[in-house]
């Protein structure tokens, strides 16, 4: 595989291939787009960035719905040597705040985007009396629709060890980083991605992860341009709002190269297994890399025997290991193995001592999948909390070197020295063990939660909590793990709280809605504890309430707490009660009443959707997800449900 200078010499090479991007945005709207157009497209958007006044080393923040636009301005930035910023779109007061943020950080920004979400970001920063972005928006953005394309831009002579764009980590709300990727970074890992995977030019690639996340960005539109194959980038919330969709079009496309984060798989067997797929076929899969989170091996077991039907073969499944810092990709297996795991005495997981091996079905086992050894020009050491290198077999923090390494964080010399051990090595924030030569997650020595791929800090989270009338920074407690049956980890909220469990159901249902509606999360249980525990120098010590929520000592709180299926369905009405049920079999904790509104109850969108699509699955065609917005109450459904007959 070739090694490019940059990325203009990587679109360069690859305008020059009969090959195109598919951009599929519902089941029958789709568009393709030839590399040679993008190419041309993104000259053309360029000279109208250049007519505005954009010069290199300035910033676009990308910030569309649309993939499509997304690329075409990722490309014009590249060629003119202007600083992409991707940008999550969510719906979330934080998301928004994340983008302003974002945009204070940047030293020459300008916004690119539709006008409705300027609309709204505008709207919401008077709401918040923000005038400084309020004046951001109105002098530096963009709109898509209104960037007329003429005279084709200037390209510009960019070093391969320029800044070629930023990557903030996902998630992070009050103090967004930026990991500063270099052309050489990108070109690096882009080449190794390529030769441990073996992708070839007539792979045909399917990916649904957002073009905002490092490996739908890196690793699934511009390592697979660089192989020189065909690819497909899905609309992410299409996949979530039709799961089912994402195996469709692989049989379709006969997809070769697959790829989901662990929740990702959870979602589409959900609704597979009610519904199932017919004339599927799925035998040209070779790979789909599983990444971004805590990998399940049951949850993974689960997805290939469901498969296995349709021809998906066990050795498809490709668990691997990267981060934003080294660009995306850090440890990747062989293609053509099976995936396994080791199975561990949950507490012989310390920092410099080995490993337990355990049996499975033991009471304290716990099971990680290998996700294989370093790909090229990546070093892997283990070490213990004094940087010093661990042996194989034992469990250390995981620490990297190499090209594809980032050399800083954007504007945040703190944060950089941070990042590097004394001898340069990049702390991960992770922690693991070698077993059998591949590397083993084990979890995480920074205070991080991810949740559907998207990592979080819980002091964000903390912080939007002690909102609630009552609490402060000082009641509650944020953290998130993974249990064996849970399969992708739990959003778990610790109280202060020492009056009778009675009167507490209240208090968390007030927490679950504030920080459903403030952050888009959904909380999988809040539960009340007698004392938080800290260090001498009063510092919150998140995993032991976390190891004691392990070992069992809140299962009869939150059995106490947990609602069962008959006190959900109250209602009179047989409908009203019947969508009662429905809700109760995905929102967990929350009883959803009749009269309560969907979008202030404390579920995540995805949760909405798999509602709604259980509700599609007794009333076929009666009820979309954007009809909530008219109709957000279970009772409101009814009546529209009925109407409708």
């Given at each position: ?495 202060l709280y020492r009056q009778d469990i009675d ?69 009179d009405d047989p409908l009203v009660a019947e ?67």
């Amino acid at each position: 595989m070739q090694l490019y200078d940059t990325l203009i010499d990587l679109l360069a090479d690859a305008r020059g291939r009969d090959r195109q991007i598919r951009f599929i945005d519902g089941e029958r709207d789709e568009s393709v787009v030839m590399f040679a157009d993008v190419w041309d497209r993104a000259l053309g958007l360029l000279g109208a960035l250049q007519a505005r006044g954009m010069r290199s080393g300035d910033e676009l923040v990308i910030f569309s719905k649309s993939n499509e636009s997304f690329v075409v301005a990722f490309w014009a930035a590249i060629l003119g040597g202007i600083v992409p910023v991707p940008v999550a779109v969510g719906i979330s007061d934080e998301h928004r705040l994340k983008l302003f943020r974002i945009l204070r950080q940047l030293d020459r920004a300008t916004l690119f985007t539709e006008q409705d979400l300027l609309k709204r970001l505008r709207d919401f920063s008077v709401q918040q009396q923000l005038g400084e972005i309020t004046a951001i928006l109105d002098a530096k953005t963009a709109l898509i629709s209104d960037v007329k394309t003429g005279e084709n831009g200037q390209l510009s002579s960019v070093m391969p060890d320029e800044l070629a764009f930023i990557q903030y980590s996902s998630g992070s709300t009050s103090d967004p980083k930026g990991v500063c990727l270099t052309h050489r970074n990108l070109c690096t890992n882009i080449r190794a991605i390529i030769e441990a995977t073996h992708w070839m030019e007539d792979d045909q690639s399917l990916s649904w992860m957002p073009l905002t996340h490092d490996m739908g960005l890196i690793g699934y539109h511009l390592s697979v341009m660089a192989a020189g194959a065909n690819h497909a980038v899905m609309d992410t919330n299409v996949f979530v709002r039709r799961p089912l969709l994402w195996m469709s079009k692989a049989s379709e496309l006969q997809a070769t190269q697959l790829c989901s984060p662990n929740f990702g798989y959870k979602h589409f067997l959900k609704l597979f297994e009610r519904k199932g797929l017919p004339d599927l076929d799925l035998a040209s899969v070779k790979l789909i890399l599983n990444g971004a989170e805590p990998i399940s091996y049951e949850l993974c077991e689960d997805f290939l025997s469901a498969l296995a039907p349709h021809g998906l073969k066990r050795t498809a499944m490709f668990p691997v290991y990267g981060l934003a810092e080294a660009t995306v990709g850090v440890a990747i297996p062989t293609p053509g193995d099976e995936y396994s795991r080791v199975v561990v005495h949950r507490h012989s997981l310390r920092i410099g001592e080995a490993y337990e091996p355990a049996d499975v079905g033991d009471a304290d086992a716990v099971s990680f999948v290998k996700v294989g050894s370093a790909i090229r020009d990546v070093e892997i050491r283990v070490v213990d909390d004094a940087d010093n290198e661990l042996d194989q077999g034992k469990v250390g923090n995981i620490q990297l070197l190499g090209a594809s390494v980032t050399e800083r964080i954007y504007g945040d010399p703190a944060a950089t020295k941070a990042l590097f051990t004394a001898d340069g090595w990049l702390r991960t924030g992770d922690c693991g063990v070698f077993v059998d030569g591949q590397l083993v997650i084990t979890g995480r020595s920074k205070d991080i939660i991810i949740v559907n791929g998207q990592n979080y800090y819980p002091h964000d989270i903390e912080e939007i909590a002690a909102q609630v009338d009552g609490l402060d920074l000082g009641k509650v407690v944020v953290g998130g793990t993974k249990t064996e049956d849970s399969q992708t980890e739990e959003l778990l909220v610790f109280l202060l709280y020492r009056q009778d469990i009675d009167s507490f159901q209240s208090l968390a249902d007030e927490v679950r809605r504030t920080i459903g509606e403030h952050a888009g999360l959904e909380v999988d249980h809040v539960i009340p504890v007698a004392r938080i525990p800290k260090t001498t120098s009063g510092k919150v010590q998140r995993a032991k309430l976390l190891d004691a929520y392990l070992d069992g000592e809140f299962d009869d709180v939150v059995r106490q707490l947990s609602p069962s299926a008959a006190a959900a369905a109250t209602d009179d009405d047989p409908l009203v009660a019947e969508l009662e049920l429905i809700c109760r079999e995905f929102s967990k904790e929350r009883i959803i009443g009749p009269e309560d509104n969907l979008f202030e109850v404390g579920v995540s969108s995805l949760t909405l959707t798999e509602i709604v699509l259980a509700i599609d699955e007794r009333y076929p065609g009666k009820l979309d997800i954007s009809d909530l917005f008219d109709y957000p109450t279970l009772r409101a459904i009814a009546d529209f449900l009925r109407r409708d007959s």
